[in-house]
């Protein structure tokens, strides 16, 4: 069972029970947090990375920005239409991810694509948390949202690390 809302939210139709609502907005806030920072940590690859593949992973870190620029949207707006108020700031986002910092003096692609595979994978951990979290509490609507998320996470993490788990597998490239 979800936890008593200490969230204060505004007056709302929506059909699921307050407590719920209030405990989603929680969770959500911190998801929404966490899709700022990735969304940011792949422009800092996008602009700063080097190397001989620079024009794919050039390429590759502005889709990975623009798929999770989209998820920021959709989790901020799953978080009002439940009536919660959305922490949407940058410095609301780093109090609220779960992701550590990117370093900011990283130049190598295969540097960048590993740093960014790390915060993939513990995105990824933390929305299967998220969905678990919110399938306790009864809101299959917040459980299908982070589930879509989720999936969209483990794609960009494929495509990261399929840089490298050929050579991380002992096979000659
Ligand atoms: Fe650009």
Not at 32 to 60: E, P, R
Not at 63 to 88: K, N, P, S, W, Y
Not at 146 to 159: A, K, P, W
């Amino acid at each position: 069972m979800a936890k008593p809302a200490t969230v204060k939210l505004h007056p709302s139709k929506n059909p699921q029970k307050e407590n719920v609502r209030g405990a989603m907005v929680a969770l959500l806030q911190k998801h929404l947090g966490t899709a700022i920072d990735l969304s940011y940590q792949c422009k800092q690859a996008h602009w700063n990375v080097k190397g001989m593949n620079f024009i794919a992973v050039h390429k590759l870190f502005d889709e990975l920005h623009e798929a999770t620029e989209a998820f920021v949207d959709l989790i901020a707006e799953r978080l009002t239409g439940m009536g919660g108020q959305a922490q949407g700031t940058v410095q609301a986002a780093a109090a609220n991810t779960v992701l550590e910092a990117y370093p900011l003096d990283i130049v190598k692609s295969e540097d960048h694509l590993r740093r960014l595979s790390d915060s993939y994978s513990a995105w990824g951990k933390a929305l299967i948390e998220g969905i678990e979290e919110a399938d306790e509490a009864g809101d299959d609507l917040t459980a299908d949202l982070l589930t879509e998320v989720g999936r969209g996470i483990s794609t960009g993490l494929y495509f990261l690390e399929s840089h490298f788990q050929v050579e991380d597998a002992g096979h000659s490239t």
